[in-house]
């Protein structure tokens, strides 16, 4: 090969991942501008003092997140504290995620403008934008879904390319296998992509059933990886114990409970019932984050069946069963679990764009020999001047609703739960031992693993209580009252109402027991 052909090459590659990277660069600032500083409340605290220790989270555990966040946390070492360190991973998801989401997006629609639509769209979406700016799974699964998406694209791409040739693209296949794997090990939302991928891979490549070996390979590379992906969780809660360990996965009913998020089980109600209701909250979900676009959405997923019919089976099938289970999952911050339909819809509104650049460029747009009109051949993709022009005008929702996306997902003048630790652990004398509940529970634990802070204290969380069989918190309080200061953080209004009856408290931090609260004694009778 000459040099000459070396350097159109290298320019060919460039010229295709430029955009891509452009738009990981815009996305990983965005995040940056709004990046929490330093700690969290809730689950943010819980990641940020995990990985760096790499210990074991709270259902389903989240290996992948802790294994790759215990590596990012020493490259970035430089940059900061830990759990700086871990919100920066954050922003590097999402970063990953917008990038191959154009590449992605690329791919399917031959113009590098429609893949700046779809990467840029998804990165500055409430949503997306929001899940960058501090420590989250879901950043890295949103991440992890983009790139299996785009390792099946073009695994049928190639498929596409060879016609007869059989075990064009296998790797792409296997590797898709592999990053199944490690997404199923970062979150279990994973597994709802499972029948899409599974009616993808007939759609394109049915001969793949009188390819056993191929479907082995596949089938080990998943359950393989997926294996040694959770083995992180009985390694460091048994022979090589870490700090933080959630629940006893070193035992075998205590590791199917996190691994299959048991106490989680509940959480799902009637996914089969009140539907109108549940459309509507997709429609509504659809109008806040997608504004006037939201209408062209379902117009995308039919300009998808046509053009790119499997993907709208890998694509549409995926975006079914997601929503179908997030509307049906009353737990937390639900929205997050609309990470994955954002990215589709996203992707969608890139093929659309496509149909309505092509269909331009037959009537307005010059061939590949500068010729208008009809000339033009249409497998020389959209015309990039109409595609430019096409993404600008799709782009425009966006960048009007910029700033109010950025006052709502700003978190970077965000140091309440900094000031709260701190705060708290001035307040509480030696030896003391809160019950507190998970929200304020995690930060406290960062403090003593991460800082080092106050390991006289005892944190005993819900977890613990049960872990440890300490029973429920009026026993805890009874029987370290006597012998240690206590304190207490709770939630539920019948726990606090029976908290003021029996004890003698001091509200340190508000009003009642839901804020930092010190039990002082045992009411007398009649008191």
């Known amino acids: 090969m000459s040099a000459g052909t070396d350097r159109a090459a290298a320019q060919a590659a460039a010229a295709r991942w430029l955009p891509s990277v452009l738009v ?52 970035l070492t430089p940059f900061g504290e830990p759990a700086f360190r871990m919100n920066l991973f954050a922003a590097l998801s999402l970063a990953v995620a917008a990038a191959v989401t154009a590449d992605l997006a690329r791919a399917l629609t031959r113009s590098a403008a429609l893949g700046i639509l779809a990467g840029l769209g998804l990165a500055l979406t ?66 709802l992509l499972a029948p899409a991928v599974a009616v993808y891979v007939l759609a394109v490549e049915s001969r793949i059933l009188r390819r056993p070996r191929l479907i082995a390979t596949c089938a080990g590379a998943l359950a393989v990886t997926t294996v040694l992906v959770f083995l992180e969780l009985p390694l460091r809660a048994g022979p090589f114990p870490a700090p933080m360990v959630y629940g006893r996965p070193d035992t075998w009913d205590g590791f199917w409970y996190i691994v299959l998020a048991e106490q989680f089980r509940e959480s799902v109600v009637g996914p089969a019932s009140d539907l ?77 764009g496509g149909a309505v650049v092509m269909a331009l460029s037959r009537t307005v747009g010059p061939d590949d020999e500068g010729v208008a009109g009809p000339g033009r051949d249409p497998r020389a993709g959209p015309d990039p001047i109409i595609a430019l022009g096409l993404t600008a005008a799709l782009l425009l ?88 200061p206590v304190y207490v953080i709770r939630v539920d209004p019948a726990e606090i109402a029976a908290l003021e009856r029996r004890y003698v408290l001091d509200y340190i931090d508000g009003t009642d027991a839901r804020a930092l609260t010190r039990v002082v004694s045992r009411r007398e009778v009649g008191e």
């Open 24 to 75: 990981g660069v815009v996305a990983f600032a965005a995040a940056r501008v709004a990046l929490l500083p330093g700690l969290g409340f809730w689950d943010t605290a819980e990641l940020q003092a995990v990985a760096p220790l790499m210990g074991t989270a709270h259902p389903t555990g989240y290996p992948t997140y802790v294994l790759l966040g215990w590596l990012v946390n020493l490259v």
């Open 126 to 191: 409430d949503i997306a934008w929001a899940i960058g700016t501090h420590a989250d799974a879901h950043a890295l699964h949103l991440a992890l879904v983009a790139i299996l998406f785009r390792g099946l694209v073009a695994w049928e791409d190639r498929v596409a390319a060879a016609g007869a040739v059989v075990g064009a693209g296998d790797r792409f296949l296997v590797a898709s296998a592999v990053l199944f794997g490690l997404a199923l090990g970062n979150h279990s939302l994973t597994l």
């Open 276 to 352: 109108p209701s549940k459309a509507a909250e997709v429609v509504h979900r659809a109008a806040a984050a997608f504004g006037p676009l939201a209408a062209l959405i379902p117009v995308g997923l039919v300009a998808t069946a046509v053009l790119r019919p499997t993907y709208a089976l890998l694509s549409g099938i995926s975006m079914l069963l997601t929503l179908a289970f997030a509307t049906s999952y009353d737990n937390a911050e639900i929205v997050r679990y609309y990470l994955g339909p954002t990215l589709i819809a996203w992707t969608w509104l890139a093929i659309l």
């Open 397 to 484: 929702p966006t960048a009007f609703a910029v700033p109010n996306r950025l006052a709502r997902v700003d978190r970077s003048a965000d140091v309440e739960a900094r000031e709260w630790v701190d705060r708290a652990l001035s307040t509480m004398p030696p030896g003391a031992l809160i019950v507190s509940w998970w929200s304020y529970s995690t930060p406290l634990w960062y403090a003593q693993h991460i800082e080092g802070q106050r390991p006289d204290l005892a944190v005993i969380d819900d977890r613990t209580r049960l872990d440890l069989g300490l029973g429920d918190v009026i026993d805890v309080i009874d029987a370290n009252l006597p012998n240690r």
